[in-house]
Protein backbone atom coordinates (compact mmCIF):
# COMPACT_ATOMS: atom_id res chain seq x y z
CA UNK A 1 0.00 0.00 0.00
CA UNK A 2 1.04 3.34 -0.45
CA UNK A 3 -0.37 5.15 1.86
CA UNK A 4 1.54 7.11 4.62
CA UNK A 5 0.50 9.37 7.36
CA UNK A 6 -3.20 8.88 7.53
CA UNK A 7 -5.15 9.35 10.89
CA UNK A 8 -8.32 6.76 11.19
CA UNK A 9 -10.76 9.18 13.27
CA UNK A 10 -13.32 6.10 14.29
CA UNK A 11 -11.09 3.08 16.52
CA UNK A 12 -13.31 0.78 18.64
CA UNK A 13 -11.28 -1.14 21.25
CA UNK A 14 -11.79 -4.71 21.21
CA UNK A 15 -8.75 -6.06 23.06
CA UNK A 16 -9.09 -10.08 24.44
CA UNK A 17 -9.73 -8.54 27.84
CA UNK A 18 -12.32 -6.51 27.01
CA UNK A 19 -14.30 -9.58 24.76
CA UNK A 20 -13.61 -11.81 28.11
CA UNK A 21 -15.03 -9.02 29.95
CA UNK A 22 -18.59 -8.99 28.36
CA UNK A 23 -17.53 -5.46 26.84
CA UNK A 24 -18.74 -5.68 23.60
CA UNK A 25 -22.09 -4.23 22.65
CA UNK A 26 -22.46 -6.44 19.85
CA UNK A 27 -23.79 -10.17 19.61
CA UNK A 28 -22.83 -12.75 17.36
CA UNK A 29 -25.58 -12.14 14.61
CA UNK A 30 -24.00 -8.61 14.18
CA UNK A 31 -20.61 -9.77 13.67
CA UNK A 32 -22.01 -12.64 11.35
CA UNK A 33 -24.12 -9.79 9.57
CA UNK A 34 -21.08 -7.32 9.57
CA UNK A 35 -18.82 -10.22 7.85
CA UNK A 36 -16.41 -9.72 11.51
CA UNK A 37 -13.51 -12.33 10.71
CA UNK A 38 -13.38 -15.16 13.43
CA UNK A 39 -9.45 -14.14 14.34
CA UNK A 40 -10.95 -11.00 15.27
CA UNK A 41 -13.80 -11.91 17.50
CA UNK A 42 -11.87 -12.96 20.39
CA UNK A 43 -10.31 -9.81 20.30
CA UNK A 44 -7.13 -8.25 18.68
CA UNK A 45 -4.44 -7.08 21.34
CA UNK A 46 -2.88 -3.14 20.63
CA UNK A 47 0.23 -4.66 19.81
CA UNK A 48 -1.26 -6.97 16.74
CA UNK A 49 -3.66 -3.82 15.79
CA UNK A 50 -0.52 -1.45 15.38
CA UNK A 51 0.86 -3.84 12.96
CA UNK A 52 -2.23 -3.32 11.02
CA UNK A 53 -1.64 0.36 11.31
CA UNK A 54 1.73 0.03 9.78
CA UNK A 55 0.70 -2.24 7.03
CA UNK A 56 -2.25 0.25 6.05
CA UNK A 57 0.33 3.25 6.54
CA UNK A 58 -2.03 4.72 9.61
CA UNK A 59 -0.02 7.16 11.48
CA UNK A 60 -2.61 7.57 13.94
CA UNK A 61 -6.18 6.32 15.28
CA UNK A 62 -8.55 7.49 17.78
CA UNK A 63 -9.75 5.39 20.40
CA UNK A 64 -13.02 5.19 21.47
CA UNK A 65 -13.98 5.01 25.09
CA UNK A 66 -17.76 4.04 24.43
CA UNK A 67 -20.53 4.44 26.65
CA UNK A 68 -23.54 2.57 25.00
CA UNK A 69 -26.49 3.20 26.45
CA UNK A 70 -27.73 3.70 30.27
CA UNK A 71 -25.69 1.63 32.81
CA UNK A 72 -28.99 1.10 34.50
CA UNK A 73 -30.39 -0.87 31.84
CA UNK A 74 -29.77 -4.44 30.88
CA UNK A 75 -27.43 -4.87 27.32
CA UNK A 76 -25.63 -1.17 27.96
CA UNK A 77 -21.91 -1.39 27.66
CA UNK A 78 -18.80 0.95 28.46
CA UNK A 79 -15.20 1.32 28.14
CA UNK A 80 -13.53 3.60 30.68
CA UNK A 81 -11.84 6.66 29.97
CA UNK A 82 -8.78 4.83 31.97
CA UNK A 83 -8.50 2.27 30.22
CA UNK A 84 -8.51 3.83 26.72
CA UNK A 85 -5.99 7.13 28.04
CA UNK A 86 -3.72 3.73 29.25
CA UNK A 87 -3.13 3.32 25.62
CA UNK A 88 -3.04 5.89 24.54
CA UNK A 89 -0.02 7.21 26.97
CA UNK A 90 1.79 3.59 26.08
CA UNK A 91 1.16 4.68 22.42
CA UNK A 92 1.45 8.79 22.25
CA UNK A 93 2.62 8.76 19.09
CA UNK A 94 -0.04 6.28 17.45
CA UNK A 95 -3.17 6.85 19.08
CA UNK A 96 -5.43 9.64 21.12
CA UNK A 97 -8.96 8.96 23.00
CA UNK A 98 -12.36 9.67 22.29
CA UNK A 99 -14.59 10.48 25.27
CA UNK A 100 -17.92 8.23 25.46
CA UNK A 101 -20.92 10.36 26.15
CA UNK A 102 -24.22 9.35 28.58
CA UNK A 103 -26.70 12.43 28.28
CA UNK A 104 -28.58 10.48 30.86
CA UNK A 105 -25.88 11.08 33.63
CA UNK A 106 -26.58 14.59 33.41
CA UNK A 107 -24.13 17.07 35.56
CA UNK A 108 -21.23 13.65 35.70
CA UNK A 109 -20.96 13.89 32.56
CA UNK A 110 -20.24 17.25 32.16
CA UNK A 111 -17.25 16.85 34.87
CA UNK A 112 -16.30 13.15 33.01
CA UNK A 113 -15.64 15.26 29.81
CA UNK A 114 -13.81 17.81 31.32
CA UNK A 115 -11.55 14.74 33.14
CA UNK A 116 -11.34 13.27 30.00
CA UNK A 117 -9.91 16.60 27.90
CA UNK A 118 -7.73 17.98 31.04
CA UNK A 119 -6.42 14.83 32.61
CA UNK A 120 -6.35 12.21 30.20
CA UNK A 121 -5.65 14.41 26.75
CA UNK A 122 -8.67 13.24 24.86
CA UNK A 123 -9.41 15.04 21.70
CA UNK A 124 -13.11 14.48 20.86
CA UNK A 125 -15.90 13.45 22.48
CA UNK A 126 -18.10 10.56 20.71
CA UNK A 127 -22.37 10.32 21.20
CA UNK A 128 -24.46 6.91 20.06
CA UNK A 129 -27.86 8.26 20.09
CA UNK A 130 -29.25 5.19 19.16
CA UNK A 131 -28.61 3.69 22.40
CA UNK A 132 -30.17 6.28 24.82
CA UNK A 133 -33.22 6.48 22.16
CA UNK A 134 -32.74 10.14 21.60
CA UNK A 135 -32.02 12.30 18.74
CA UNK A 136 -29.26 14.17 18.31
CA UNK A 137 -30.93 17.47 18.89
CA UNK A 138 -32.47 15.94 22.38
CA UNK A 139 -32.44 18.51 24.98
CA UNK A 140 -30.76 16.26 27.66
CA UNK A 141 -27.51 16.65 24.71
CA UNK A 142 -27.48 20.17 24.62
CA UNK A 143 -25.09 20.98 27.77
CA UNK A 144 -23.03 18.09 26.48
CA UNK A 145 -22.78 20.20 23.13
CA UNK A 146 -21.94 23.62 25.15
CA UNK A 147 -19.25 21.92 27.52
CA UNK A 148 -17.63 20.53 23.79
CA UNK A 149 -17.47 24.15 23.36
CA UNK A 150 -16.05 25.34 26.46
CA UNK A 151 -12.97 22.49 26.06
CA UNK A 152 -12.50 23.13 22.16
CA UNK A 153 -13.23 19.66 21.46
CA UNK A 154 -15.57 18.23 18.65
CA UNK A 155 -18.05 15.95 18.92
CA UNK A 156 -18.80 12.65 16.50
CA UNK A 157 -21.89 10.55 16.63
CA UNK A 158 -23.52 8.34 14.68
CA UNK A 159 -25.86 9.37 12.43
CA UNK A 160 -28.37 7.52 9.89
CA UNK A 161 -29.48 4.33 10.71
CA UNK A 162 -28.18 1.76 13.16
CA UNK A 163 -28.56 -1.96 13.06
CA UNK A 164 -29.14 -4.59 15.66
CA UNK A 165 -26.71 -5.24 17.80
CA UNK A 166 -28.50 -7.47 20.49
CA UNK A 167 -30.97 -9.78 19.38
CA UNK A 168 -32.73 -9.44 23.11
CA UNK A 169 -32.49 -5.37 22.47
CA UNK A 170 -33.23 -3.59 19.40
CA UNK A 171 -32.56 -0.28 19.22
CA UNK A 172 -34.56 2.77 16.96
CA UNK A 173 -32.66 4.37 14.55
CA UNK A 174 -32.61 8.10 16.14
CA UNK A 175 -30.02 10.38 14.06
CA UNK A 176 -31.18 11.28 10.14
CA UNK A 177 -28.62 14.35 9.36
CA UNK A 178 -31.01 16.49 9.62
CA UNK A 179 -31.62 16.71 13.26
CA UNK A 180 -28.05 18.31 12.97
CA UNK A 181 -29.50 21.41 11.48
CA UNK A 182 -30.74 22.70 14.78
CA UNK A 183 -28.13 22.27 16.66
CA UNK A 184 -25.20 23.84 14.07
CA UNK A 185 -27.43 26.96 14.09
CA UNK A 186 -27.72 26.90 18.02
CA UNK A 187 -23.78 26.19 18.50
CA UNK A 188 -22.08 27.69 15.40
CA UNK A 189 -18.70 27.41 17.63
CA UNK A 190 -19.44 23.70 17.71
CA UNK A 191 -17.37 21.09 15.68
CA UNK A 192 -20.08 18.58 15.09
CA UNK A 193 -19.12 15.39 13.05
CA UNK A 194 -21.85 12.94 11.78
CA UNK A 195 -19.74 9.46 10.97
CA UNK A 196 -21.12 6.53 9.25
CA UNK A 197 -21.74 8.39 6.26
CA UNK A 198 -25.80 9.29 7.34
CA UNK A 199 -27.00 6.22 5.37
CA UNK A 200 -29.56 5.91 4.21
CA UNK A 201 -29.98 9.37 4.09
CA UNK A 202 -26.53 10.08 2.39
CA UNK A 203 -27.97 13.61 0.27
CA UNK A 204 -29.38 14.74 3.92
CA UNK A 205 -26.06 14.37 5.16
CA UNK A 206 -24.13 16.02 2.25
CA UNK A 207 -26.88 19.04 2.59
CA UNK A 208 -26.62 19.53 6.16
CA UNK A 209 -22.11 19.37 5.55
CA UNK A 210 -22.82 21.90 2.80
CA UNK A 211 -24.87 24.33 4.77
CA UNK A 212 -23.04 24.52 7.85
CA UNK A 213 -19.28 25.32 8.08
CA UNK A 214 -19.25 23.68 11.63
CA UNK A 215 -21.10 20.25 10.34
CA UNK A 216 -18.59 17.23 9.31
CA UNK A 217 -18.55 13.62 7.42
CA UNK A 218 -16.82 10.74 8.54
CA UNK A 219 -16.29 7.66 6.12
CA UNK A 220 -16.49 4.85 8.14
CA UNK A 221 -18.34 1.69 8.54
CA UNK A 222 -18.91 1.10 4.90
CA UNK A 223 -15.92 -0.21 2.82
CA UNK A 224 -15.01 2.87 0.62
CA UNK A 225 -15.96 0.74 -2.44
CA UNK A 226 -19.44 0.81 -1.71
CA UNK A 227 -19.37 4.83 -0.70
CA UNK A 228 -22.35 6.01 -2.58
CA UNK A 229 -21.22 7.77 -5.70
CA UNK A 230 -22.35 11.10 -4.42
CA UNK A 231 -20.67 11.24 -1.44
CA UNK A 232 -17.30 10.47 -3.03
CA UNK A 233 -18.06 12.98 -5.29
CA UNK A 234 -18.50 15.26 -2.50
CA UNK A 235 -15.39 14.05 -0.89
CA UNK A 236 -13.05 14.49 -4.18
CA UNK A 237 -14.59 18.11 -4.62
CA UNK A 238 -16.26 21.01 -2.98
CA UNK A 239 -16.64 18.74 0.17
CA UNK A 240 -12.91 17.88 0.31
CA UNK A 241 -12.14 19.81 3.10
CA UNK A 242 -15.30 18.65 5.27
CA UNK A 243 -14.81 14.65 4.66
CA UNK A 244 -12.76 12.49 6.93
CA UNK A 245 -11.14 9.22 6.46
CA UNK A 246 -12.53 6.18 9.20
CA UNK A 247 -12.83 2.67 9.50
CA UNK A 248 -14.93 1.75 12.23
CA UNK A 249 -12.95 -0.96 13.25
CA UNK A 250 -13.73 -3.32 13.93
CA UNK A 251 -16.83 -3.52 11.14
CA UNK A 252 -14.04 -2.56 8.56
CA UNK A 253 -10.58 -3.53 8.77
CA UNK A 254 -8.59 -1.05 8.29
CA UNK A 255 -6.16 -2.33 5.90
CA UNK A 256 -8.79 -3.06 3.63
CA UNK A 257 -10.20 0.56 3.75
CA UNK A 258 -7.61 2.37 3.10
CA UNK A 259 -6.67 -0.10 0.20
CA UNK A 260 -10.07 0.87 -1.43
CA UNK A 261 -9.68 4.67 -1.03
CA UNK A 262 -6.74 4.26 -3.12
CA UNK A 263 -8.97 2.38 -5.62
CA UNK A 264 -11.30 5.42 -5.45
CA UNK A 265 -8.87 7.54 -7.37
CA UNK A 266 -9.13 11.01 -5.74
CA UNK A 267 -7.68 14.07 -6.79
CA UNK A 268 -4.05 13.98 -4.69
CA UNK A 269 -5.42 17.39 -2.63
CA UNK A 270 -8.47 16.40 -1.86
CA UNK A 271 -6.98 12.28 -0.98
CA UNK A 272 -4.42 14.50 1.29
CA UNK A 273 -7.15 15.82 3.33
CA UNK A 274 -9.16 13.15 3.36
CA UNK A 275 -6.79 11.03 4.93
CA UNK A 276 -4.64 13.42 7.26
CA UNK A 277 -5.19 17.37 7.01
CA UNK A 278 -8.47 17.71 7.76
CA UNK A 279 -8.44 15.18 10.91
CA UNK A 280 -5.04 17.15 12.20
CA UNK A 281 -7.04 20.34 11.84
CA UNK A 282 -10.35 19.99 13.51
CA UNK A 283 -9.23 17.16 16.26
CA UNK A 284 -5.65 19.60 16.47
CA UNK A 285 -3.46 16.30 16.77
CA UNK A 286 0.14 16.71 16.83
CA UNK A 287 2.00 15.84 13.45
CA UNK A 288 4.51 13.05 15.82
CA UNK A 289 3.17 10.08 14.45
CA UNK A 290 6.28 9.48 11.71
CA UNK A 291 9.78 9.43 12.73
CA UNK A 292 10.56 12.28 9.91
CA UNK A 293 7.76 14.39 8.44
CA UNK A 294 8.21 14.42 4.49
CA UNK A 295 7.76 17.95 3.08
CA UNK A 296 4.68 17.56 0.79
CA UNK A 297 2.06 15.30 2.36
CA UNK A 298 0.52 14.48 -0.89
CA UNK A 299 3.17 12.39 -1.82
CA UNK A 300 3.35 10.99 1.69
CA UNK A 301 -0.36 9.80 0.99
CA UNK A 302 0.57 8.12 -2.34
CA UNK A 303 -1.18 10.73 -4.30
CA UNK A 304 -0.54 10.31 -8.15
CA UNK A 305 -0.66 13.20 -10.54
CA UNK A 306 -3.75 13.74 -12.21
CA UNK A 307 -3.61 13.17 -16.28
CA UNK A 308 -4.30 15.77 -18.19
CA UNK A 309 -7.75 16.06 -19.84
CA UNK A 310 -9.38 14.43 -16.43
CA UNK A 311 -10.98 16.40 -14.34
Not at 52 to 68: H, Q, Y
Not at 77 to 101: H, N, T
Not at 286 to 309: D, F, H, I
Amino acid sequence: MTTKGAIDIVVNVATPDIIRAGGSPSDAKFKDQTRQPKGVRQGVTMAEYLKKMDRAGIERSLLIAVRAGDMNVKGSKEISYKYVADICRKYPDRFSGLAGVNPMLGMQQLRDLEEAVDKYGFVGAHFYPHWFDMAPDHPYVFPIYAKCIELDIPIMMQVGHNLVYQRDRRLPSMAQPITLDRIAILYPELKLLGIHLGVPWTDEMISMAWKHENIYIGGDAYAPRYWPKQMVHYANSYGSHKFLFGSDWTVIDPERAVREVEELNFRPDSKAKIMRDNALRIFKLPKSGLKKEPKNWMTALGAQPVKKGKK
